[in-house]
C-alpha cells in the first residue's frame, strides 16, 4: 500500500493537517506511530483506514479487508456485545464464533451479554479491538490500543499484532505509551509539523543516552520524549 504526495484538511477553508506525506507500507509490516497530541496520528490512521478520503494526493493498493480500532470506540448503540459482533461477523463473512474466540482471548467473554452503552471505556476498546480483528485484516489499524486495557490484554496485543503480521498482515499502531519499543522489527513514523518522518526498526543505528530529571518532572519528560519519537526506559 502506498500513500504519495498525500495531503489533508478536515474542510476547504480548514488548515493542513497533512501536507505531502509519502508512506509505503509492505506486507507483513509493522508500523508504530507517535507524535504530540493534535499532531495528526489519528488523522493519519483514518486516511490510511479509508474513513477519509486524501484532499490532495493518492493512496492506492489498500487491502481488501481493513481492520480499524478507533481511538474512541462508538457504544451509544443499542445491542449486546454478542449481538453487535455476530451482526458484524455476518457481514464480513466469518463464523460469529470468531468473536466469542476473540472476546475469549482478550479478556472479554464477560462482557458478552452486556449492552454496548453500559461498557466502561476500557471494556468498550475492547470491542473496538475484537471488531478490528473479526476477519483476518490485510491491514489492521489500531489507534491508542494500549490506553485503557487491563494488563492482561495488554501485554496479550503484541503476540496479536505479530500474528497478522506472520500472516501477511500489515499493522499501524499509533502508541502514546510505546508499548510496542521492544517489538521485533517494527517502524516507527513520527508525525510533526504536518509530515511523517519514518525511521525503521535498524537498532544499530540508535544511540542510548542516560539523562537524569527531577522526579517530579519524571512523568512529563518522558511523555513529550515519547511523543517525539524517542524510546524510554524508566530506571527506578
Ligand atoms: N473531525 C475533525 N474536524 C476538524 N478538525 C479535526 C477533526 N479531527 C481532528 N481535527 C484536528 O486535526 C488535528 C490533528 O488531530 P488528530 O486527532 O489527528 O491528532 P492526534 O495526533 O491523533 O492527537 P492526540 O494525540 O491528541 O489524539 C488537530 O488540530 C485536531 O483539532
Redesign the pocket.
Known amino acids: 500500500m502506498r500513500l504519495s504526495d498525500v495531503s489533508f484538511?478536515?474542510?476547504r477553508r480548514?488548515?493542513w493537517?497533512l501536507r505531502d506525506v509519502g508512506l509505503s507500507l509492505a506486507p507483513g509490516t509493522v508500523a508504530e506511530v507517535t507524535?504530540?497530541?493534535?499532531?495528526?496520528?489519528?488523522?493519519?490512521?483514518?486516511l490510511l483506514a479509508g474513513i477519509v478520503p486524501a484532499s490532495r494526493g493518492s493512496v492506492t493498493g489498500r487491502p481488501h479487508v481493513v481492520g480499524y480500532a478507533p481511538?474512541v470506540f462508538p457504544a451509544d448503540q443499542p445491542f449486546t456485545v454478542s449481538a453487535y459482533l455476530a451482526h458484524l461477523a455476518r457481514i464480513r463473512r466469518v463464523p460469529s464464533s470468531a468473536g466469542t474466540a476473540l472476546a475469549e482471548r482478550l479478556n472479554a467473554a464477560h462482557l458478552l451479554d452486556q449492552p454496548l452503552g453500559d461498557l466502561s471505556k476500557g471494556s468498550a476498546q475492547k470491542v473496538g479491538l475484537i471488531q478490528a480483528l473479526l476477519a483476518p485484516p490485510g491491514l489492521l489499524i489500531l489507534?491508542?490500543p494500549f490506553a485503557g486495557l487491563d494488563e492482561q490484554t495488554r501485554a496479550e496485543l503484541p503476540a496479536i499484532i505479530g500474528e497478522v503480521a506472520a500472516d501477511g498482515g500489515a499493522v499501524v499502531v499509533?502508541d502514546?505509551q510505546n508499548q510496542l519499543r521492544e517489538f521485533p522489527g517494527a517502524a516507527h513514523w513520527l508525525?510533526a509539523d504536518g509530515t511523517v518522518t519514518v525511521r525503521d526498526g535498524d537498532r544499530a543505528r540508535r544511540a542510548v543516552i542516560e539523562v537524569v530529571v527531577d522526579a517530579a518532572e519524571a512523568d512529563e519528560v518522558e511523555q513529550k520524549l515519547r511523543?517525539d519519537g524517542h524510546t524510554t526506559r524508566r530506571i527506578r
Open positions: 484538511r478536515y474542510s480548514g488548515p493537517i507524535g504530540r497530541n493534535g499532531a495528526g496520528k489519528s488523522t493519519l490512521l483514518r481511538d489507534d491508542e499509533s502514546h508525525v511523543a
